[in-house]
């Protein structure tokens, strides 16, 4: 059965979909030809509350939930906010998924965080490892809260038979992401300190810790790839990672923007603040095994896109 067949006949509410990695995959599903996709609003559905997921669902009458809705943020955004971090995007999780329970939704994809994996996991990050130990602390709440939400869909495919999957997403970036400097992650903070500091003549840039952690970067195209390929070929409880399987440290990271970006100034590196987990990649195997994905967007050409996107919205 091709793809254009599998989604012709489904109804697909994707929580997120107005968001950076949704807005794509709401693209994708219309260009496969799903039968109706539905994409509430925060201002109209509170997810939080489960009245406004009930009222969702009896509108909506999906055949399939998408769950991508999360609050989230860079590592200033998590230290400020942990305990609304992991409130909100338990909450939401948690009536989505007993709702979707209660409606007889058929299939629910659960989109999970990289920031669940624990501070020391052995790179590269297996998903046996998601249990042997605590996350990195300043992500710690949310992590957990996301975290959790598999422990949830594996109890109640167990219990209900309910089909739930999960994904274990890496750190995406490219156009359309969030660029704003109180809650933007690294990629999209980077570029915009740069342009604004090329822009303004100054002679340096300010950022965060050593520059010696690593980090692994998916392009949100290939992400949106990733996640309807398991959305339909994917049918287990086990979760599964999303990723390139390559990882740069933030050093190396900063000059391939500066340079895109045409900064030529100092990198001045604040040690005092922190540099979250030392290490971060994922083992992709899993994944492309499974329901066959794999991520063709190398870090250079996926930066590229995300300057020049950035450049023409400034």
Known sequence: ????????????????????????????????????????????????????????????????????????????????????????????????????RIFQIPKFVCLGTICAYPKFTPVPFRE????????????????????????????????????????????????????????????????????EAKRAGLGEIEVWGSGLATREFLYVEDAAEGVLLAAERYDGEAPVNLGIGFEVTIRDLVAMIARECGFEGEIRWNRDKPDGQPRRMLDVTRGESLFGFRATTQLEAGLKRTVRWYLDQS
């Open 1 to 100: 059965m091709s793809d254009h067949d599998y989604w012709n006949d489904q109804r697909v509410t994707v929580t997120g979909g107005a968001g950076f990695l949704g807005s794509f995959i709401v693209e994708r599903l219309a260009a496969k030809g799903a039968r109706e996709i539905v994409v509430p609003r925060s201002a109209e559905f509170n997810l939080t509350h489960d009245e406004a997921v009930r009222r969702l669902y009896e509108i909506a009458r999906p055949d399939m939930v998408i769950h991508l809705a999360a609050t989230v943020g860079g590592i200033g955004a998590n230290r400020e906010n942990p305990g609304r971090f992991f409130y909100e995007n338990m909450a939401m999780g948690l009536n989505l998924i007993e709702q979707a």
């Open 128 to 195: 046996e490892e998601l249990w042997n130990g605590y996350p990195e602390e300043t992500n710690a709440p949310y992590g957990i809260a996301k975290k959790a939400l598999l422990v949830m869909l594996q109890a109640y495919r167990q219990q209900y038979s309910m089909r739930g999957i999960y994904l274990l997403p890496v750190n995406l970036y490219g156009p359309r992401d969030n660029f704003d400097p109180q809650s933007s992650h690294v990629i999209p903070a980077l570029i915009r300190k740069c342009v």
